[in-house]
Nanobody
Framework: EVQLVESGGGSVQPGGSLRLSCTVSGFPSSTYYLAWFRQAPGKEREGVAVMYVGGDYRNYADSAKGRFTVSQDNTKNTLYLQMNSLKPDDTAMYYC???????????????????WGQGTQVTVSS
């Protein structure tokens, strides 16, 4: 069974930074897609970034480009989302997701992912 555990959320002022972590266990392969999503109250879940663990592929939502960076620590099976220059619009619950359904589709479609973490809250306010 695939399990994902997020951590690192918190409250920060505009312009600040946070690093979210996602620890993955139980995945049958050492290479897989791992995506970060977020959901603000009253809004749909939206993709933030995706990476191919074990490879070089990275992609980001327009709202994240230039500010957010995904990375991995293979020794700890942990993936990171480094978020800089945070804005109040970044306030949301952040989730990591993996275990992509077979077939084609956009990386930021939450319906493509079968395994999700419990989420970690990020609040950006002054």
């Amino acid at each position: 069974e695939v399990q994902l555990v997020e951590s690192g959320g918190g409250s920060v002022q505009p312009g600040g930074s946070l690093r979210l972590s996602c620890t993955v266990s139980g995945f049958p392969s050492s290479t897989y897609y791992l995506a970060w999503f977020r959901q603000a109250p009253g809004k749909e879940r939206e993709g933030v970034a995706v990476m191919y663990v074990g490879g070089d592929y990275r992609n980001y939502a327009d709202s994240a480009k230039g500010r957010f960076t995904v990375s991995q620590d293979n020794t700890k099976n942990t993936l990171y989302l480094q978020m800089n220059s945070l804005k109040p619009d970044d306030t949301a619950m952040y989730y990591c997701a993996t275990d992509v359904r077979p077939g084609l589709g956009p990386w930021d479609d939450p319906g493509r992912y079968m395994s999700w973490g419990q989420g970690t809250q990020v609040t950006v306010s002054s």
